[in-house]
């Protein structure tokens, strides 16, 4: 570092003198040469260091492109390379048109990669379709869009030689929000391949459906589930007209959002493992009540998976009843109650039994402020003595109920799931159920050494709890869980995991979060006509 008479003044607001201006140009004159000097030396190094550079990218180019020769994946046998590409594939979707992912994004690497692509007819089976919306500000486009999806999803299906297809197909609304515009065009596509159909689902209107109403189960010999999202509130659909549900090798069917007596519809019942009756947007379906939930069960004797919304309806008669019905194959229940949960549960499962069933997902849905105090029998799961996974939600709980219900829970359990859509508070707003006193229920205790259910080895509770840090500590202590999940919409009270550090090092699978309630925010500049510029400055 050159030494200097005015170092202490350097880095100031010191304004030097005539006299002092002329020493500082005098200090300055062999520097200034010097510093002239270095940079004619470093533009000189770096001429040499750029040709250097163009001659080692030129060098690289050759190499890489003599390594390419002999690179392994040119070795490769077709149908390894094949098997790859169909590994790039969505495993639980349908592939969509889009450039961003296989297979369309296979053939866009070189010609090559391009050929094989378009001749493997596996890349080509699964797609999803989703109709154009019409543009509200440009509708003369609205043709030629639909023009260019009808042949891109002819020209997709024809490249899948004759494999098995499964298809999705997504309708759009008018400007009313209550029909296709355009309710057969993509189906016309669709419908040539009609026999190598295996899995389809339509979200869409009736309007769609009837355009397939003249085929008949000969027409699709291949199909093994459907899946119906349907909404044209207010019509009565005619479900007999649709021929292609008798199908003989359906055993998948769901449907969602339409008004119907699912008995009524034409399908073999007896040949189905997988039956979803739900609901959906504009869906004002009612009838499907714990009386008709049981005898569409009794229907399905071969079913192995099970999704239902079911509306509470009167009490079941006690009178008549009829004998106790066994499905024998069933592993999966998944039960939404519209009403009372303990009501429908009551009704059901004593008149079932479910000697596989391993999960079982219960949801209530009450639509106003007040839940029954209605408690569960302690039997009730005797109707399925090997249920490992039970899954609920708080909507239709009252404490008492719950706790009721965590009591009687059996003894095979190995995971349990509590969960609220909704606030912390839960549906209602006023009453935070998850509570301290609850966590006790599941704890080992001098009056019950071991609860009810020693086999739990999973507990997730994803809203709506208030349990204290001390008794989430004292519960993981005593319960020696596999995993632990907890979702607490407060800030940290208590910091236990250096003390849990221990069973983590274990093994435990251990996932507390805090997540306090958001704080309400303002800005100062809100209402002013240049806010928005404002935002955007700060």
């Keep these: ?85 169909i590994a790039c594939l969505p495993t639980h979707r349908n592939c969509v048109m889009s450039a961003m992912e296989a297979p369309v994004i296979l053939g866009r690497i070189c010609s090559w990669w391009r050929a094989i692509s378009l001749s493997t007819p596996r890349l080509w089976s699964r797609l999803h379709i989703v109709e154009p919306a019409c543009p509200r500000n440009n509708p003369a486009i609205f043709e030629p869009m639909l023009v260019q999806r009808f042949e891109a999803t002819r020209t997709w299906l024809s490249r899948s030689g004759n494999c098995p297809l499964s298809i999705s197909l997504k309708c ?56 119906i999202m349907q909404a044209t509130p207010g019509l009565a659909v005619p479900w007999e007209s649709l021929g292609f549900l008798r199908a003989p090798a359906i055993h998948s069917f769901s449907i969602a959002g339409s008004s119907f007596r699912p008995l009524e519809l034409p399908l073999s019942w007896e040949r189905l493992t997988d039956l979803s009756i739900l609901e959906g947007w504009g869906s004002a379906n009612r009838s499907l009540t714990s009386e008709m939930s049981l005898h569409l069960l009794a229907s399905c004797p071969q079913l192995r998976i099970c999704r239902l919304i079911v509306h509470t309806g009167p009490e079941i008669s006690t009178t008549h009843r009829e004998p106790v019905l066994e499905l024998s194959f069933l592993h999966t229940l998944d039960l939404q109650c519209v009403g009372p949960l303990s009501t429908t549960f009551c009704q059901i499962f004593p008149r079932l039994l479910f000697p596989q069933l391993r999960h079982l997902k219960l949801r209530g849905n009450i639509k106003s402020v007040y839940v029954p105090e209605t408690v569960y029998p302690g039997s009730v799961f005797r109707a399925a003595p090997r249920v490992q996974t039970i899954d609920i939600n708080l909507q239709s709980f009252s404490k008492a109920s719950l706790a009721h219900f965590l009591r009687g829970l059996p003894p095979t359990l190995r995971e349990l799931n509590i969960g609220d859509t909704q606030s912390p508070g839960g549906f209602h707003g006023f009453e935070k159920l998850l509570d301290d006193e609850i966590l006790e229920l599941l704890i080992p ?30 519960f993981i202590k005593l319960r020696m869980l596999k995993r632990v999940t907890i979702a607490f919409e407060r800030d940290m009270q208590l910091d236990i995991l250096a003390e849990l550090e221990p069973l983590v090092q274990n093994g435990l699978h251990l996932e507390l979060t805090y997540h306090p309630p958001e704080v309400c925010r303002f800005s100062p500049w809100q209402g002013l006509t240049d806010v928005s510029t404002l935002f955007q400055s700060h």
Excluded at 8 to 21: A, F, H, Q, R
Excluded at 175 to 201: C, D, K, M
Excluded at 451 to 459: A, S
Aim: aromatic share 8%; with cysteine.
């Design 172 to 227: 759009n609304y008018d400007q009313a929000g209550l029909t296709s515009t355009t309710p057969t065009h993509l189906i016309q596509a669709l419908l040539p391949f009609a026999p190598r159909w295996e899995h389809i689902t339509f979200s869409t209107f009736y309007s769609v459906l009837e355009s397939m109403s003249h085929l008949v189960e000969a027409d699709v010999p291949m199909l093994k589930s459907i899946g």
């Design 1 to 85: 570092m050159m030494s200097s008479p005015f170092t202490s003044k350097l880095g100031t607001n010191y304004c030097p003198p005539d006299d002092e201006i002329a020493e500082i140009e005098n200090l300055l004159a062999e520097p200034e040469v010097r510093l002239k000097c270095l940079d004619d030396e470093i533009a000189s190094l770096q001429r040499s260091i750029d040709e250097l550079e163009d001659e080692r990218i030129r060098l690289r180019a050759y190499v890489e492109a003599h390594r390419a020769l002999i690179s392994p994946i040119r070795r490769l046998p077709l149908d390894i390379i094949e098997e790859i590409f």
């Design 445 to 474: 205790s001098p009056a019950c050494p071991a609860p009810g259910f020693p086999n739990l080895q999973v507990l997730e509770i994803k809203h709506g709890c208030v349990f204290s840090d001390a008794a989430v500590l004292r």
